[in-house]
T-cell receptor, first 112, second 115 residues
Framework: QKEVEQDPGPLSVPEGAIVSLNCTYS??????FMWYRQYSRKGPELLMY????GNKEDGRFTAQVDKSSKYISLFIRDSQPSDSATYLC????????????FGDGTTLTVKP | EAEVAQSPRYKITEKSQAVAFWCDPI?????LYWYRQILGQGPELLVQ????????DSQLPKDRFSAERLKGVDSTLKIQPAELGDSAMYLC?????????????FGPGTRLLVL
């Protein structure tokens, strides 16, 4: 079993829709949670970083963490065609080692 | 804005040949990572450097892969001999300092195709 499982997608939504992207993780040692966006043929870029359970908002993006159920989500409001990309969740343990474990990504297409 | 540089962007090679990838991290970033991303999967850590020292290479197939960061700045990842299963995107990332709130910045990657 993988340490991080991500809803596989692909996901196709009309412009303006609310998008929900989800991951589960298995190890309670993971304390830091990230969402990356990866455009086709590019490297991942960090979108959101959270530590505690609860919600963190940044513009149209909201990251949600539920440590009790080991569930993390990314919500995108008012989705735009420019949001079309692969979204990767990642987790990291509370150490200085730096190693992040990634989900396999969900590919999102926002249609105009 | 400073970026992680990687070259080449694309590489096609035949199996059993040697290939090498180069990464130049953001200036001042002490930590450097090499990841492999197979199509449809998330990045998987191959090796982590802190300055010129290897911190974690537990997932590096050492019979064919090697990585170095001799002066603690740029880095080279080598595969010899390449196998068909090595076809993937090889990503380099760097960060300023380790710690719980570390931010890793990724380069554009090198896409390798082994024929």
């Amino acid at each position: 079993q993988k340490e991080v499982e991500q809803d596989p997608g692909p996901l196709s939504v009309p412009e303006g829709a609310i998008v929900s992207l989800n991951c589960t993780y298995s190890n309670s040692a993971f304390q830091y949670f990230m969402w990356y966006r990866q455009y086709s043929r590019k490297g991942p870029e960090l979108l959101m970083y959270t530590y505690s359970s609860g919600n963190k908002e940044d513009g149209r993006f909201t990251a949600q963490v539920d440590k009790s159920s080991k569930y993390i989500s990314l919500f995108i409001r008012d989705s735009q065609p420019s949001d079309s990309a692969t979204y990767l969740c990642a987790v990291r343990a509370n150490t200085n080692a730096g190693k992040s474990t990634f989900g396999d990504g969900t590919t999102l297409t926002v249609k105009p | 804005e400073a970026e992680v540089a990687q070259s080449p962007r694309y590489k096609i090679t035949e199996k059993s040949q040697a290939v090498a990838f180069w990464c130049d991290p953001i200036s001042g970033h002490a930590t450097l990572y090499w990841y492999r991303q197979i199509l449809g999967q998330g990045p998987e850590l191959l090796v982590q450097f802190q300055d010129e020292s290897v911190v974690d290479d537990s997932q590096l197939p050492k019979d064919r892969f090697s990585a170095e960061r001799l002066k603690g700045v740029d880095s080279t990842l080598k595969i010899q001999p390449a196998e068909l299963g090595d076809s993937a995107m090889y990503l380099c990332a760097s960060s300023f300092e380790l710690g719980p709130r570390e931010t890793q910045y990724f380069g554009p990657g090198t896409r390798l195709l082994v024929l």
